[in-house]
């Protein structure tokens, strides 16, 4: 598709006057109103710009699977979630393994391993594993997303499967990935974490296989994950990037391991919009921008 310049200064102007984003949205609602919706228009646009908080939700469910492409069947499929989510819950209860007091995240695992049937017996429940507290750390991010419990346990479900189907053969290799990007931006860096013996113990679980969960407040992680949800997990190694970037002199200043993972897992909450912000614009730079005529 041509550049149009006319559009261009609009977009130009609208971001410099703080509107950013205005003609994207307008594309969104048009590209909404598809009947079916096309899945990989709407992943491009997901790619390339925020998506707007009022359609976020609808759009993830979408991409996940959790509606279908054609929109008059999504208040029936929605139904059929409900009446699922119910039964789900229903019979968890009658097995005694979750009551009143139960916290919804605990619940949403329970839910999860009663339909991947590794649910296990209520004499052996014991504290979560790793694999289990990477589901309750997205968890929580996306209970504080999303407001709706059967929304909520919808898309924590189909992200941690999609997350897994797609990208599972990807993550070991994302560690790596991150050393080659950061020796082309912070040689010097690289080397202070690699001599201090830091690079082989940073919080690759938090960064790579919870997706940022718990590290990122959840207005800036929702950025993230928009990517994600889309189709992309190498915008993860290009946070975990900007994140060392972005502390790259207070990390120079540490020269124990044991303190620069605990700062790296402790980052300040209030730098985190910049943080994504750059790290997109360093995904773009060395991944390209996906194109398609919105």
Request: contains cysteine.
């Amino acid at each position: 598709m041509a550049d149009d310049p006319q559009r261009n200064f609009r977009s130009a102007y609208y971001e410099k006057v703080g509107f950013r984003g205005v003609e994207e949205k307008k594309s969104l609602e048009i590209l909404l109103k598809d009947n079916p919706l096309d899945l990989e228009k709407l992943s491009t646009f997901s790619q390339r710009f925020p998506l707007p908080s009022m359609y976020r939700i609808h759009v993830w469910k979408v991409l996940l699977g959790i509606l279908p492409p054609h929109s008059d069947s999504h208040t029936l499929v929605g139904g059929y979630r409900k009446e699922q989510y119910q039964d789900i819950l229903e019979a968890l209860e009658v097995m005694r393994y979750i009551n009143s007091s139960t916290p919804p995240t605990h619940v949403y695992l329970r839910m999860f391993q009663l339909e991947s049937q590794v649910l296990p017996r209520c004499s052996e429940t014991s504290a979560p594993d790793e694999e289990n507290e990477d589901f309750l750390s997205i968890s929580r991010a996306m209970e504080e997303i999303v407001d709706d419990p059967i929304d909520c346990y919808w898309l924590i479900k189909c992200f941690v499967n999609q997350f897994h189907t797609k990208f599972g053969d990807s993550v070991p290799h994302l560690p790596k990935s991150l050393e080659h990007y950061l020796s082309q931006e912070e040689p010097r860096l690289l080397n202070h974490l690699k001599n201090s013996g830091s690079l082989a113990q940073l919080p690759y679980g938090l960064w790579f296989r919870r997706c940022f969960a718990g590290c990122l407040p959840e207005s800036s992680l929702q950025r993230v994950w928009d990517k994600v949800i889309s189709g992309s997990c190498k915008i993860l190694v290009f946070v975990a990037l900007e994140i060392l970037l972005s502390y790259k002199i207070i990390l120079m200043g540490i020269n124990r391991p044991e303190g620069i993972i605990k700062f790296l897992c402790n980052i300040p909450q209030e730098n985190t919009d910049a943080i994504v912000t750059k790290a997109i614009d360093l995904w773009h730079k060395y991944c390209g921008t996906p194109m398609h005529a919105v």
